[in-house]
């Protein structure tokens, strides 16, 4: 088996776009097959989503610890600026969600 080096099992422990093929690339067989995959594989999401929940819930209770007990306003923007990402992660992997149970395959 091949071993994956720490850095790639990081990206792939918080990054999901490994998972999904390229619905847009080949045939109307080859995309319909890649739909299925990417529909098999959509199960994930919610693992992924709870992931960055929790990064921002860590980074939020972090950051306002810095702010407010160590009074520290520049400590607490690093710890802000991961929380705010995850907010937008989050919007993403809930918009591909709900696409992935709304939307149909492709024509």
Same mark, same amino acid.
């Given at each position: 088996?091949?071993?994956?080096?720490?850095?790639?099992?990081?990206?792939?422990y918080f990054?999901?776009?490994?998972?999904?093929v390229?619905v847009?690339?080949?045939?109307?067989f080859e995309r319909s097959?890649a739909?299925?995959?990417?529909? /098999?594989?959509a199960?994930?999401?919610?693992t992924? =989503?709870?992931?960055?929940?929790?990064?921002g819930?860590?980074t939020?209770? &972090? #950051?306002?610890?810095?702010?407010?007990?160590?009074d520290?306003?520049?400590l /607490?923007a690093?710890?802000f600026?991961?929380?705010a =990402?995850?907010?937008?992660?989050?919007t993403?992997?809930?918009?591909l969600? &709900? #696409?992935?149970?709304?939307?149909?395959g492709p024509?």
């Open positions: 088996m091949l071993e994956l080096s720490f850095k790639t099992l990081l990206y792939r990054f999901f776009d490994w998972l999904f390229d847009n690339k080949g045939d109307l097959l739909w299925r995959h990417n529909l /098999s594989q199960r994930w999401l919610a992924y =989503l709870k992931r960055w929940v929790c990064v819930a860590v939020y209770g &972090l #950051g306002a610890i810095c702010e407010t007990l160590l520290a306003p520049l /607490s690093v710890f600026i991961p929380m =990402l995850s907010v937008s992660i989050n993403v992997i809930g918009s969600m &709900l #696409g992935f149970k709304l939307l149909p024509l």
